[in-house]
């Protein structure tokens, strides 16, 4: 097409199975549809994929949506403001435990967030120690613990110190002692199970409101330079996002998973079925109704800033920072132009 402003594209991901919209457009040539040459980046930790977003390394990224109001602010010590027109997940996480800690606490599969919270809080107050892990500092993940251990001790949620760590080493970094539960999005829940290292013991759609986990970012003064360029990345994993929830045969999604390394572990209609299901289940609904990108999401992002890491700020400010989060004019002509 010749109105881009630059064809030839890095993009960034983190191996979870919310990057899989960036893998399947590549695979489907929905790039290529939209006049795009695109070459996917597997990014060993989000700190590496957000600086090199941040530096111009890459043009664009499967990012967590808590580093679009961190960079706003600041608070991820570079500044270099950032922008959304895409949704690739919502609350889609997990807090699993080792299987060790879950037997020794007694937290049963029925157990709310709230029950298990308090087994946990529990166990600390008694002298016991925990180390728990997310993935970022500015993370929906982060927040999630936080609220968990809130839910039955609010001054613990505040004081404990949690570690960080890349997703894929969750599930080493708690075989090795190193931790003792982790939040983080599949399939490494489901790999520490398989494992027989971890249980699922709640989900984050039971403790924190449906908003944005991961969304397709670039820096604004990218979008700024190249709004063409960004409109036709849109509409390509638009589409993407658009068949994955449609396409009946589920094998060749996986099959992809599993040759991209995201998927570690023998599972299907036959083996494994549970998880299975669960992993299509996740993968037709990463996004429920809508990926474009809300400002209510932002400015929930932010009071999270302000409860869990001292962030200070007003509202008007929350409600500006917010709303620059967020490209609606590349989403509605990404969409306008899959619609026609």
């Known amino acids: 097409m010749s109105t881009l402003e630059k064809t030839q594209l890095q993009l960034g991901y983190i191996p979870l199975l919310d990057c899989l919209a960036l893998l399947w ?52 010590q570079i500044g270099t403001p950032l922008q959304t027109s895409l949704v690739l997940s919502e609350n889609r996480a997990f807090i699993s435990l080792s299987q060790k800690l879950t037997h020794q606490l007694a937290i049963q599969e029925n157990d709310t967030a709230q029950m298990s919270s308090q087994k946990v809080s529990h166990y600390i107050e008694q002298g016991h120690s925990i180390s728990l892990a997310h ?18 001790n609010l001054k613990l949620a ?20 190193v931790i003792n539960g982790f939040c983080v999005g599949e399939p490494w829940n489901t790999q520490g199970e398989l494992l027989g290292l971890s249980k699922m013991i709640c989900s984050s759609q039971n403790i924190i409101p449906s908003v944005a986990d991961k969304v397709l970012a670039v820096t ?23 068949e994955l929830g449609e396409l009946e045969d589920f094998a060749p999604i996986l099959k992809l998973l599993v040759e991209s390394g995201i998927v570690r572990f023998h599972c299907s209609e036959e083996v494994h079925v549970d998880k299975y299901y669960m992993i299509q289940n996740i993968v037709r ?7 474009l990108p809300k400002v209510e999401d932002f400015y929930w992002l932010l009071e999270q800033m302000q409860k869990w890491d001292e962030l200070q700020i007003d509202q008007a400010e929350i409600t500006s920072l917010g709303a620059q989060c967020i490209n609606l004019e590349a989403y509605k002509q990404a969409k306008q132009r899959y619609s026609s």
């Open 25 to 76: 457009a590549k695979q489907r040539g929905f790039f290529e549809e939209q006049g795009l040459d695109v070459t996917l980046v597997k990014e060993a930790s989000w700190a590496s994929l957000r600086d090199r977003l941040a530096f111009g390394l890459l043009d664009a990224a499967h990012c967590l949506s808590a580093m679009l109001p961190a960079a706003a602010v600041g608070a991820d």
């Open 158 to 177: 505040q004081s404990i110190q949690l570690k960080t760590l890349p997703p894929p080493y969750m599930v080493e970094a708690l075989d090795n002692h």
């Open 135 to 152: 993935v970022f500092k500015h993370s929906i993940h982060h927040y999630c613990l936080r609220e968990w251990l809130a839910l039955a």
């Open 220 to 242: 604004q003064e990218w979008a700024k330079q190249h709004p063409q360029t960004l409109v036709a990345l849109t509409t390509a994993i638009m589409k993407a996002q658009q």
């Open 285 to 291: 609904h990463l996004v429920k109704e809508s990926a």
